[in-house]
C-alpha cells in the first residue's frame, strides 16, 4: 500500500514474503498485535482508557526512535490492516465485521498517535 514505509524500518530492500518472514519484522508486528489483543481483551472494560491506553501510547512514543517515521504512516497503517484483514476473513469479513475492526483500529492508532506526539513534544 505504501512501499516507502519499508524504509523507515529498514525493510526497502525486501520483497514481503521475505519481510513477513524475518524475525525483526514479525517481533514487530506480533507487538503490534499483543497491543490489538489488550484493545479487544478490554473491549467491555469500564475504563478501557485506563487499562489499555497507556501501553498503546508507550508504542506510539517508541516510533519517534525510527528515522524517518511520520505521523501520516499511522494511517495507512490502519488502512491496510483493513485491507489484510478483509483478505484474511474473506466471506466472514462483514459489513458488521468491518465496522467493529475499523472502530478498534481507529481506538488502537488514536492511541498510539497521542503517544506519538507526547514522545517529539518531550524531545522539543
Known amino acids: 500500500m505504501a512501499p516507502f514505509v519499508k524504509e523507515v524500518f529498514g525493510f526497502q530492500c ?17 507487538r503490534f498485535m499483543q497491543a490489538v489483543g489488550a484493545a479487544v481483551e478490554n473491549i467491555h472494560s469500564t475504563d478501557l482508557d485506563k487499562d489499555v491506553a497507556p501501553i498503546l501510547q508507550t508504542l506510539g512514543g517508541r516510533h519517534i526512535g ?9 494511517d495507512v497503517f490502519k488502512r491496510a490492516l483493513l485491507e489484510v484483514w478483509e483478505e484474511e476473513l474473506g466471506d466472514e ?23 506519538y506526539v507526547q514522545s517529539c513534544k518531550k524531545d522539543e
Open 66 to 74: 525510527f528515522n524517518g517515521f511520520d505521523i501520516d504512516y499511522i
Open 14 to 30: 525486501m520483497k514481503k514474503e521475505a519481510m513477513v518472514l524475518h524475525p525483526r519484522f514479525r517481533l514487530h508486528a506480533g
Open 93 to 115: 469479513f462483514t459489513p458488521e465485521c468491518q465496522k467493529a475492526w475499523s472502530k478498534v483500529f481507529v481506538y488502537v492508532t488514536e492511541k498510539f498517535r497521542i503517544g
